[in-house]
């Protein structure tokens, strides 16, 4: 009993070790091949062990030719024996090869090589390919070795077997099309990119084509996000599932010839964990595209390639009447089927009496298969002087592709009503002519006396004044005009002294108080009241400084003023950049930034320009 026990034990370490041992195996799927005849060659690692191994090295396969792989199938089995289970896993490389034409005798596939999870390297057999005629029924697409699994077929991404699901001939493929081989420099080519697949499949782009010499515009894809919406077609004989890649509007920017480089992508089948397998790499043809140059005849000097299209233009103001200093906001905009991106717009015109600031533009693209859209420009304005202003019509030329002509797009004229006056500091009152009344010439007025003449004097002249009160205020006068002069001028010069102390503290106070009061703007978001008060403190201090109003001073009358007062160039400059500024930031869409870091880099200019402005030697009085 006891030998009988001992050899059982022996019996069943033997069957437990046969199963732990991992074996690594290579077969092809037929005896013999053809020349050409392509046949799959299989290498097969089962284990005990989880997980994936690692440095797997395929054999040499010298003498064949490599025509795909490898594609991995991984598997489960459980094995029963040995008084219990196991599981076992199953990892096969597969890979695509054929006999060269013209090859004689057998040809010898060396081993492959890996190495397991526990760290042992493995070596398959070499394998010997008979070279021969094929065998019934293996004449078509190579068969794959059914490996053992506890899963379903094609879980993993392994094929069905050709008998199951025989292999579909037509190859995934991209196409690159344009709408026409010959355009203007300017005009609209549309290129389309279609992708050509046996049944849907996984893609991925790689390279995207390149459009040197074009500028190019997306046009916006109909296909539901992140995928492709696929329709049935016949192509070389073979059925296709068809899709619309992409598609770019593209504008010859000179002529000549232009190419347009292919595009290439991945396609791959994906197995049930989203893994690719069978990957195939496809690559559009180029295109290449006359662009031709626009014609001569009737072409307008200075004539923008750009404006090539069909377009319309409107002109507008937001108000017809306003009064002096109020902003006018004119708009520009340009519609219509072309490059409207690029689209050069009629400058506006000079006109004068009127401030101009910089303009914003917006440009708003439509989709469809046509480029097509408006681009608006907005300049604000502002009047300096009362009267009627007439803004001049605009006229766009651009050139019909499909007329090849050159057209003109006319706004109207446009007149704006401004009232109010004209501030100029620099004129004086209006002279007041005195009042006669009628009727009445060389009119002698009451307080005249008429002259009375006496005969003879009644007493000596000189000897009355050297007796007389006179005399003595004659000798007294100089002394005590010496005096006076001297108390009147030390009084003025304290009361000078005190009147620039009263101005500075004046002039301290106003800042402080319009200072704060832009801070509060400034805390409160408010932009354009922040650079109102910014604004009305320093003009309000060089009204002090001044002893001028100079609130409604225009910017070259205020610097003529400054300059003429004794102001230095440079600082009256940096004085009228800040009112620009603060001008700028209030009515102008491009101007001055009125964000948090902008209002905080002014109060500090202002404060500098408030101190500057209080220690200048300025001279005061007159009229501005």
Known sequence: ?????????????????????????????????????????????????????????????????????????????MVMGGGGASVESTVTWSFQLAVAPGTRGPVSIGPARVRGLG??????????????????????????????????????????????APASTAAPFLRATADKKRAYVGEQVTVTWQLFVPEIQNYQPTVQPKTDGFWAEDIPSTNPPGQFTY?????????????????????????????????????????????????????????????????????PAHFPSANVGRFTLDVAVDRAAVAVGDAVTLTVTVRGAGNVRNVVVPDLPTLAGWKGYEPKTTVTMEGGATASGSKTIEWLIRPERPGTTTIPALTLVSFDPTDRRYVEAKSQPIDVQ??????????????????????????????????????????????????????????????????????????RARLSRDERRTSRRRLRSIARRRLHAAAAHREAGRAASFYVEIERVLRETLSEKLRVPVAGLRSEE??????????????????LAVLAACDEARFSPGGEPAGRPAQDEMLERAAALIDLIEKAPLATGGTA
Request: hydrophobic fraction near 45%.
């Open 1 to 77: 009993m006891r030998l009988a026990g001992l050899a059982a034990a022996v019996v069943l370490l033997a069957v437990r070790a046969a199963v732990a041992a991992p074996s690594f195996s290579a077969s092809i799927d037929r005896p013999a091949v053809a020349p050409g005849q392509p046949f799959i060659y299989h290498v097969t690692l089962v284990s005990n062990s989880q997980g994936q191994p690692e440095d797997f090295k395929p054999p040499d396969f010298r003498g064949l030719q490599l025509l795909g792989g490898p594609s991995i199938q991984t598997g489960v089995n």
């Open 119 to 164: 760290g042992q390297q493995l070596t398959s057999n070499s394998v010997s390919v008979r070279i021969g005629a094929a065998a019934p029924g293996q004449t078509g697409a190579p068969q794959r070795q059914r490996q053992p699994s506890m899963f379903p077929r094609g879980l993993f991404g392994d094929e069905q077997e050709a008998e199951e």
């Open 231 to 299: 329709t049935n077609q016949n192509e070389g004989g073979q059925q296709y599932k068809v899709a619309v890649v992409q598609q770019r509007a593209l504008f010859p920017l000179a002529p000549g010839k232009l190419t347009v480089s292919p595009m290439e992508a991945d396609v791959a089948h994906v197995d049930f964990f989203g893994r690719p397998f069978r990957l195939r790499h496809i690559k559009s043809d180029a295109l290449v595209i006359e662009a031709l140059p626009l014609p001569k005849e009737g072409q």
């Open 418 to 491: 401004v009232g109010g006056q004209a501030t100029d500091a620099s004129a004086g009152p209006a002279p007041v002519a005195a009042a006669t009344p009628a009727g009445l010439d060389n009119v002698i007025a009451a307080e005249i006396r008429p002259i009375r003449a006496h005969g003879t004097p009644s007493r000596s002249i000189g000897a009355s004044f050297l007796h007389g009160v006179g005399f003595r205020l004659t000798l007294l006068m100089p002394p005590l005009a010496f005096v006076g002069f001297a108390l009147v001028g030390r009084v």
């Open 558 to 575: 205020l610097g003529a003023l400054l300059a003429a007062r004794g102001l230095p160039a440079e600082d009256g400059a940096r004085l």
